[in-house]
């Protein structure tokens, strides 16, 4: 009886094991691929984890073991540039709030990774609308309010999920901060604020630097990581006036920035190209208040003539569900002048290059993790329904 128990426990395990080795065929009518051309007609070959083959029906053949997917069209998996799913829970409950800590207006070394849910029902739920990969932390809101994360959503544990534990320190100017704090209670005050603070971490890195046997401070640590450039400072600044001001701030301490939100980019276009700052772009349907009340439906469109790189996000929501949806962000940008593959791009391959993760995911090329988004139709389309999605190879929707 103990030998059976045994052997059906390791068919069953040897069993789970093979499962994890997907063998999977899509042909599609149309595959954007982000890397190139899209291909009339094509077919994606996976093995495990990664893209095997991929190009013209004619040029791939499929084996015979595999398991096939038809569908009218496939992009990369999507990726949203800036959310704050995994923190902010779908409930709008205390209990699953923990995208912003209101102790204090500058807490740069509070890490999202201490504190994302894979199990959050809203990972779910952006996963089944093709976004397989998230850039989450904590949000806008105050001066410093942590540092983010890259997860993919098909996981159920933090550990599986994290592509980069620590990729950006979230900044944030403009007047949303006094909705939060009391201190500061003007835009000059915060800008003063960080200001102190990036001279102190400049003191603390060249100590850092000299000696070994110095104190470690958190805080500190996590600042002077932006000013080293191991993190990236992703500043939330929604009104020309406070674009500029993060632009000085750039230009002043010399950290690699990305500017985030920008609801008034039109009005400061050639500074932000001038500055070489990428940008992820605000939802084209943001609500239009406070330092976003003049948001714009072209801003996108802008951005693209002006050969600024952006892409798209879904930001926070204090409402329920808690999140948009960024393929629905970005057919809107289409219909006020952005070009659909575009679009496409922006979502996908662009938000990979700016993240530093785009020798994984982004595009499908031979080699690249096997994440796609299946669909019955024009991905833009708002009539269009989503078929499968895949991440790492596994059928996670379907």
């Known amino acids: 009886m103990k030998n059976r128990i045994t052997l059906f426990l390791f068919t069953l395990l040897l069993g789970i094991s093979m499962s994890s080795y997907s063998q999977v065929a899509v042909q599609a009518d149309t595959i954007y691929t982000m890397d190139g051309d899209k291909i009339i007609d094509g077919i994606v070959l996976v093995k495990g984890e990664k893209i095997e083959a991929i190009g013209p029906a004619t040029d791939v ?109 979230s900044f944030t100017l403009g007047s949303t901060v006094e909705r939060y704090f009391d201190k500061p209670g003007t835009r000059a005050k915060g800008v003063a604020m960080l200001r102190q603070q990036f001279i102190d971490a400049q003191e603390y890195l060249d100590k850092r630097n000299s000696d070994e046997n110095h104190s470690t401070d958190l805080k500190m640590e996590a600042l002077a990581d932006v000013l080293s450039g191991e993190l990236t400072a992703m500043i939330t600044a929604h009104r020309a006036n406070d674009i500029m001001t993060a632009l000085r701030l750039k230009e002043e301490f010399g950290f690699n920035m990305i500017l985030d939100g920008a609801s008034e980019a039109y009005l400061v276009v050639d500074e932000i190209k001038d500055a070489g700052i990428p940008v992820f772009i605000h939802p084209t349907m943001t609500r239009t208040y406070g330092d976003a009340q003049n948001a714009s439906f072209t801003t996108a469109s802008k951005l693209a003539e002006a050969e600024i790189p952006f892409a798209f996000q879904s930001g926070f929501e204090s409402y329920v569900p808690k999140t948009r949806i960024i393929l629905y962000e970005a057919a809107v940008a289409t219909a006020y002048g952005l070009d659909r593959e575009e679009a496409l791009k922006a979502l996908t391959k662009q938000p990979a290059q700016l993240l530093g993760i785009s020798d994984k995911v982004g595009s499908l090329a031979t080699g690249k993790d096997a994440d796609l988004v299946l669909f019955d139709g024009d991905p833009l389309e708002y009539t269009t329904h989503i078929k499968s999605v895949i991440v790492d190879g596994k059928v996670v929707k379907k």
């Open 61 to 169: 053949q499929v084996p015979s073991d595999y398991q096939m997917h038809k569908t009218s069209v496939v992009t990369p998996g999507f990726i949203d540039a800036h959310t704050v799913v995994g923190l902010a829970g779908i409930f709008n409950q205390d209990s699953d709030q923990d995208q912003l800590e209101t102790s204090s207006a500058i807490q740069p070394h509070l890490r999202a990774f201490d504190a994302y849910n894979a199990r959050e029902e809203l990972v779910k739920f952006v996963l089944d609308k093709g976004v397989t990969t998230v850039h989450t932390g904590h949000g806008p809101g105050a001066l410093a309010s942590g540092q983010t994360m890259i997860a993919k959503t098909a996981y159920n544990t933090v550990k599986k999920a994290v592509l980069d534990s620590k990729t950006t320190v």
